[in-house]
């Protein structure tokens, strides 16, 4: 009975602990989001305390494709949305109509600090 709990007490804080994985698979990347993790990565590297080091890089699905967004929660200001071959949604019907219809959130890549929100 104790070999029982003692696995389920395991288990359990396993399963609790927040993995730094991304949720996204690496050829799943587009190569200009690897290059901008890799500068934030630098940045944070040199200067844990910028803005970078609160950052997280979030991929949707939106009408059959992927696209990505930057959340910060140092700063009050969103990035628009980037497609995987990097075209960004601006602001207009368009955008609003994304917001309202993506879906299915993925963690890409967190910096050491960032925060859900």
């Known amino acids: 009975m104790k070999k029982i709990a003692l696995i389920f007490v395991l288990s359990l804080a396993i399963l609790s602990c927040k993995k730094n994985l991304s949720d996204v698979p690496d050829n799943e990347i587009p190569v ?54 990097g075209d960004t949604l601006y602001y207009g019907a368009t955008n609003l109509k994304y917001y309202n219809e993506k879906c299915c959130m993925q963690y890409v890549w967190e910096a050491p600090n960032y925060k859900e929100y």
Not at 52 to 59: E, K, L, N
Request: net charge positive; proline share 4%; hydrophobic share 35%.
């Open 32 to 85: 200009w989001l690897k290059t901008k993790i890799s500068q934030d990565e630098q940045t944070i590297q040199q200067s844990p305390k910028f803005m970078a080091s609160w950052g997280a890089w979030i991929r949707y699905k939106w009408q059959n494709d992927y696209y990505f967004e930057y959340h910060n929660i140092l700063s009050s200001s969103s990035v628009a949305p980037v497609s995987v071959s």
